[in-house]
């Protein structure tokens, strides 16, 4: 298993390390807590008005599908490298 992308500058690999240890610790800790409104699901909801509105506005419909279409992209381009 590669550690880093070949040529790429040590630094920015810790950081995406440190990135995702971050991530890691924050999620778990907001979950340990057992409020289910700290983790980045409950926010991402809350930042795109998902658990308020059933029936969400054009601009709330908006949002929702770019979200979804970067998240698509994203999950497309760490699959297939830099196919996407």
């Known amino acids: ?6 040529g790429a500058t040590p630094a920015w690999t810790y950081a995406w390390y440190a990135w995702i240890a971050a ?3 924050i999620e778990g800790s907001a979950l340990a807590r057992g409020k289910s409104e700290d983790t980045l699901s409950d926010h991402v909801w809350a930042w795109f008005d998902i658990p308020k509105h059933p029936a969400p ?3 709330e419909r908006i949002r929702r599908v770019l979200l979804l279409g970067f998240l698509a992209w994203l999950g497309a381009h760490f699959l297939t490298g830099d196919e996407v």
């Open 23 to 25: 991530f890691f610790a």
């Open 1 to 6: 298993m590669k550690t880093k992308p070949e």
């Open 57 to 59: 506005d054009r601009s």
